[in-house]
Each structure stands twice: as C-alpha cells, then as structure tokens.
C-alpha cells in the first residue's frame, strides 16, 4: 500500500505517493530523475549516494522516502550554486580528484559537509573522515589531494 | 528497490508505539535505520510491517539529574559526537560515538537501536556496559528498567520482552576523578570491530572497571584485569590477568583473537593510566 510523503527536495517541495520501500536514492533518481545520485552497493557501503537529509549528511539508499515526512534533503544538483561546493569541484576538477567519475557525487557532498565542520583539517584527518566513501579506481590520493586544496583554498579566502 | 514489500507505520507517541507492539504479529522497530534498512536491502531481515518511532519527540528528550543522565533512545551518535547533549562520562560517550562507522552513518543511528540490535562488534553495548548504564523498557505491561550488562545476552541476542521498547538510556554521572581508556582494533577506520576494550579507573575512590567487545557473544566484563589495573600491576601480571578473564568465560577464543583482546584491553588500560 502506497504511503503519501510531502518533503523539500533542493528547496522545491515534493508530495508523492510511494510503496514503503521505495529507498531515498531510488525516488530521488527514478521518480524526480535528480540523477546525480549514484548508487553503488545499495546497503550503506560504499557511499556513493550520500546526500543530505536535514542538512546532515546521510545514505540516501538506506533512507527510507516514506520515514522522511517533512524532512529537507539536498543532492548535489541542489548545491549547483553553493561556494563551498563550487570550490570543491573546481579542486577535484584540477588535482586528478576523478577518474570514473562514479564515487564522485558522494565524495562531494561528504567532503562539503566535511569542510563545513571542520574547515582546517590536515592529510591524516581526511583520511580518516572520508573513509565511509568508497573509490573503485582507488584514486585517493587524488580525491585528498582535492579535498585538501580545496580547504586551503576556503581558509585563505576567509573574509574576502 | 531491493528491500521486499512491507507496510510501514508512523507512531507519534510512546503509548501508540506500545500499543502496536502488542499486537500479535508485532511490525519491526525503525529507529536510525541505519542496520535494518541494509539487512532489509539484503533482505536478511524478514519484515512485513515496519513502525517508524522517530517522530516520537520523548524518544528524543535528553534530561540530565543529579546523579545521572538520561539519553532519549532515538539520540543520535553524531549529536554524542558534536557535544549536543550532555556528558554524564568525561568524554569516553563523545570519542566513542565519534568513532562509529562514518558520519552519514553517525547523523541517523541512535544508541538505542544500537543497543536493541546488540551487534556484537559495535561500540555502544560495550561503552553502555563499562559505564554501568541503565535501560528504561516500556510495554503495555508496564515500565521496568534493566542493566545494559544485564540486557545484553549474546550477539544480537537480548533480554527484551515482546512488544517491548526502550525508551531512554540513563548514564551514572563519572566520577570527575575516573580515567578512561578506549581502544578499538579496526581494519579500515569505520569498519566493525575486530576487538574493542573500555577501562575505566579512578583511584581516588579505588574503582576499576574494564569491558571488552567484539567477542562474538555478549560483552566480557574482565574483573581480574580490572583489579590488577586498580592496584597498578606491571604489563606481565596484567596480561596474566587477562588471560585469566579470557579463559573464565564460556568463549573459546584462538590463538590470534586472544591476541588481539589482549592487545586492546592493555591499551586501553595504559590509556587509562596515562590520561
């Protein structure tokens, strides 16, 4: 039986209809077609499919839509604007934080939350915080690389 | 879509929750979600009807007393780890919590499904435990409480009643004096444990208390090690002392295991020496 769910998607609000385990990543991509997205291991694994729920970032393949009445998620497509996330994406863009491309969705929104709590971070720190985010090319040293960059490039730019 | 077909219900209240555990095919608790929805996704939790209990507000409620602090069962770890509540343990609650999994794990699971679930590689049970935790169960039969150490039976294996929920977890203030030491033997940072030790010592009131986890059954509370770090024993007496408490229980550990619980429980209780 089909649940409805009123909730903000990228600052849009969204009511739909949909069956119990109907998963956050699969509404996002299949019912809003916000495909930046991705879904890897569909069991809370690898991370390809953070996003963030309430401003916090969270597993969109083990959310469940209907448990998400009122709730306020962003994807990446909602952050297109956001300086934070500009930054990054320029950094990952010019230190090799990409191969695929696949990981890269969730690498950003974790690596942006990630600045935000804690914008001066060393190497060994990203490391750590970014180990729930899986990379099958095994390019972290370029995906660290980038998010290191693009913390330092942040921490110069305070107040400018 | 990978989970199977379920019907899903929000209780709004602890009573409505209780009472639509009572009933005879009782739906599954969803609290953080965050162990259920991949097993569901596995499908290795059979589950036709899910009740969602995290938009009851009083799961949420934090209240601290005098003597202790009572921790809502839907808190999450993140809020542990951000300083968002308040601490009842000089900051053991705040690092473990902060080493759970990965933070878009740790901003949805709450310490009460983890304690529900009682995976034995997780951190929370053997935390609850070292620190003498209480939990607050309700049900249609009434409200009664129970010992953390005592709820936990074995891996994911619990006293809980049918239709039973808990509601809060109520932490004995620390002592200001008590040392704490943790230490958790992980192949990759975030991924369940392979061991886990908490020591606890204060000297000034002659207390000491060690937990180990990730034992594949429940928790060990190591009482002879416990008493060799309270009365300050050399690394040779302690590891005698853990050997003892490894042997004493009904696990039958391997030669590796063995070796890597004594590592955790000596670092921990170095960490508690030190600190």
Known sequence: MN????????????????????????FLREHLRLTATHLGCEHGVCGACTVLIDGAPARACIALTVALE?????????????RRMRVLKTSFHERHGLQCGFCTPGMLISAWDLLRRKPDISERQIRQEMSGNICRCTGYQGIVRSIKHAADTLQSSVGV | MKPAPFTYRAASSSPEAIDALAKEAPPRILAGGQS????????????????????????????????SVRYGALTTHASFEDGLVPDASNGLMSHAAGNIAYRAVRTRGTIGGAIALADPAADWVTVCIALEAVLHLQSTSGKRQMQVEEFVLGPYFTAIAEGELISTIEVPKRSASERWGYHKVVVKTGEYAESMAVALLDRARGFARIVLGATDGAPIVMKKSAGALLAAADEAALKTAIACDLEAGEHEFGAAKRMLHTTAVLRAAKDAMAS
């Open chain 1, 3 to 26: 649940v409805k769910v009123e909730l903000t998607i990228n600052d849009r609000k969204v009511v739909a209809d949909v069956e119990p385990r109907t998963h956050l990543a699969d």
């Open chain 2, 36 to 67: 259920l929805v991949p097993m569901l996704n596995l499908r290795l939790a059979p589950a036709d009807a899910l009740l969602d209990i995290t938009r009851i507000a009083e799961l949420r409620a934090v209240e601290e007393t005098i003597n």
């Open chain 1, 70 to 82: 009122g709730a306020d998620v962003k994807t990446l497509e909602g952050l297109a604007d956001d």
